[in-house]
């Protein structure tokens, strides 16, 4: 038990630790973004689309909900390349992110979709809108609504995930904290500085979700 | 030329032969109740004629816009007649006001200022002008009819078409409802209505429509329908009503 804390390395990394945090911060929100997008044009494609696409996003949704993080980085990465198209790393960690959360927001928005009464399709049917303008314009936001608890911390989970980018040189906050342990041999202080970091970027992140809820949702309750 | 041609239309889902062959023609301005028993066609028979179902055979016509299963017909046909549900079916996240400006604005390409005119007239015209900013979940059932239909109404439609609209609703609230109908028949607006309160169907309807097991089993106006009813069928229907 006579381990000595050392944060005195802080003092020279600290930049390093910012640009990884950054770096991570850019992979989130831009990942989030693009992420959840696809995962709702997912969900109307597999939910309200045209009969030929529906086996297609099934296809895709289930290839990436049944296989590893890493592979799919991995693949993305180091298999492409060979197929001819070149990417820089954070390009091929912000790829992966979308096309995770995609598959996984697909399946999170569709469940909303299915918990919305088909009596708000006939009313917007009805009153003459189409298909798609009665998905855009009354079904998205209250199938937002109910599902957005879920949505958000699949969001989170990506971003924690997203530590694995890493592992191709991605220079995000874990390869920020790999990279000062293996300048400084302090393992254990650069790893609870990072531990430290994440979870702070995670409450972080959850605020920064609600808000998006409160301006996103103006009514409290969903039916 | 009536305003609502329905011929010969027959309605199955799967095995189960719902419409028989209605045939309806409505002329303008009139005033249609629809009775009979549950089970007998009639909610089936309204949503045929926007389009809600698919029909299997027949035709129906609503001022000239033909039926048919691809989109722009349907939005054609769709715009000329409005459908007011028991349910309501507000949307949930617009106040009352963007409940009737939006397909107004989507639909219509009306702009912003003239949808809100629009439907300031509109609640106005249901006793709403001061809920126009509330949201659905603050309204009494009353009042979210209310809402339905001025939304119904500021797409000008021809004709509207209303499902046992105050069935959901508490008894203390009905009235309120019918009596916008009524304004709404007496100003002209063609009316197709499917309604337990036979009071209301006596009273303020030009024609009734009796629907027995898929068919047109008795119509005529309502002193001939409740007060000499041809058929055992509707006997025993009018009998059972209280
Ligand atoms: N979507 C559907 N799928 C299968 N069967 C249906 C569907 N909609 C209605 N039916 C059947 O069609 C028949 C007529 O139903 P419909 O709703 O038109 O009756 P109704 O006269 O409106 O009755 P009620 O007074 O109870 O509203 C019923 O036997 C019903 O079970
Ligand atoms: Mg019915």
Known sequence: MGYVFDYSWLADYWGVLLKGVLVTAELTLVGATLGVSLGVACAWARSLGPRWLKPIVATYVELIRNTPFLIQLFFIFFGLPSLGVQMSEIQAALLAMVINLGAYSCEIVRAGIQATGQGQFEAGWSLGMTRFETFRYVVLIPALQKIWPALSSQIVIVMLGSAVVSQIAAEDLSFAANFIQSRTFRAFESYIVATLIYLALAILLRQLLRGVGFVLFPRRSGR | ?242
């Open chain 2, 1 to 242: 030329m009536s305003l609502i041609e329905i011929t010969d239309v027959r309605k199955s889902f799967g095995a189960n032969e719902v419409l028989k062959g209605i045939d309806l023609n409505v002329e303008p301005g009139e005033v249609i109740a629809i009775i009979g028993k549950s089970g007998s066609g009639k909610s089936t028979l309204l949503r045929c004629i926007n389009g809600l179902e698919t029909i299997n055979s027949g035709s129906i016509q609503v001022a000239g816009a033909q039926l048919a299963p691809d989109e722009l017909h349907l939005k054609a046909l769709r715009l000329k007649v409005g459908m007011i549900f028991q349910s309501f079916n507000l949307f949930p996240h617009k106040t009352a006001g963007q409940n009737v400006m939006l397909s107004q604005m989507v639909v219509k390409k009306t702009p912003k200022p003239e949808a809100e005119a629009m439907a300031r007239k509109m609640l106005e015209r249901v006793g709403l002008a001061h809920k126009f900013d509330a949201y659905p979940d603050e309204l009494s059932g009353g009042q979210q009819q209310r809402v339905a239909i001025a939304r119904a109404l500021a797409m000008q439609p021809m004709a509207l078409l209303c499902d046992e609209v105050t069935s959901a609703l508490d008894p203390e609230l009905v009235q309120e409802v019918l009596a916008v109908v009524k304004e709404l028949a007496a100003e002209g607006m063609t009316l197709l209505m499917v309604t337990h309160e036979m009071r209301f169907a006596r009273d303020v309807c030009s024609r009734v429509v009796f629907m027995h097991m898929g068919r047109v089993h008795e119509i005529g106006p309502p002193a001939e329908v409740f007060g000499a009813p041809k058929t055992p069928e509707l006997r025993q229907f009018l009998g059972a009503q209280h």
